[in-house]
T-cell receptor, first 112, second 112 residues
Framework: EAQVTQNPRYLITVTGKKLTVTCSQN?????MSWYRQDPGLGLRQIYY???????DKGDVPEGYKVSRKEKRNFPLILESPSPNQTSLYFC???????????FGQGTRLTVV | GEDVEQSLFLSVREGDSSVINCTYT??????LYWYKQEPGAGLQLLTY?????DMKQDQRLTVLLNKKDKHLSLRIADTQTGDSAIYFC????????????FGKGTRLSVIT
């Protein structure tokens, strides 16, 4: 089954404790991206990757890092999480940057 | 830059028709999409329309596109409780590798 898998689905952590949210897709998509969803703000793109070893900043990259060592995986790294990073995070993949996007189920992160 | 606007809330009685509206700014957009996000889930592509079409119908869903006014609408006939969700409009700009641009989402509540 074609899918985008994120882990974990829910995470509560403390300020400053490094964490990684994983994302994996099995559709051989080149383009992957991370979004955060906040009430009243919709979806905002954090980072995206056009292909292996090619990543670029989206609209709200501050406080986040990503890596793309393999085509299927695109982890989101928060080196020192802060409460303003409490949000719902979505990973998405597509064949190209502006073709149909397939979304993961989301990761609800709470930073206390 | 590109921008997509939607109203944030819509309430409809069960059995009535729902109409969710969206305006966009990029007149060269090639595809326009509607995504549905059910509670606790990721976004799923509901339907899309190519920019050279005025209307697309798919069972209970009708998409209308007015290119002159840059206005897109999604009509859901015979709205059911299962249609309660957030609906996102997205445009696919026709400019290189620009990613999809999403609206903030319209929360549809179906009243029984």
């Amino acid at each position: 089954e074609a899918q985008v898998t994120q882990n974990p689905r829910y995470l509560i952590t403390v300020t400053g404790k490094k964490l990684t949210v994983t994302c994996s897709q099995n559709m051989n998509h080149e383009y992957m991206s991370w979004y955060r969803q906040d009430p009243g703000l919709g979806l905002r793109q954090i980072y995206y990757s056009m292909n292996v070893e090619v990543t670029d900043k989206g609209d709200v990259p501050e406080g986040y890092k990503v890596s793309r060592k393999e085509k299927r995986n695109f982890p989101l790294i928060l080196e020192s999480p802060s409460p303003n990073q409490t949000s719902l995070y979505f990973c998405a993949s597509s064949f190209g940057s502006n073709t149909e996007a397939f979304f993961g189920q989301g990761t609800r992160l709470t930073v206390v | 830059g590109e921008d997509v606007e939607q109203s944030l809330f819509l309430s409809v009685r069960e059995g009535d028709s729902s109409v969710i509206n969206c305006t966009y700014t990029d007149s060269s957009s090639t595809y326009l999409y509607w995504y549905k996000q059910e509670p606790g889930a990721g976004l799923q592509l509901l339907t899309y329309i190519f920019s050279n079409m005025d209307m697309k119908q798919d069972q209970r869903l009708t998409v209308l596109l007015n290119k002159k006014d840059k206005h897109l609408s999604l009509r859901i006939a015979d709205t059911q409780t299962g249609d309660s969700a957030i609906y996102f409009c997205a445009e696919r700009p026709n400019s290189g590798n620009t990613p999809l641009v999403f609206g903030k989402g319209t929360r549809l509540s179906v009243i029984t």
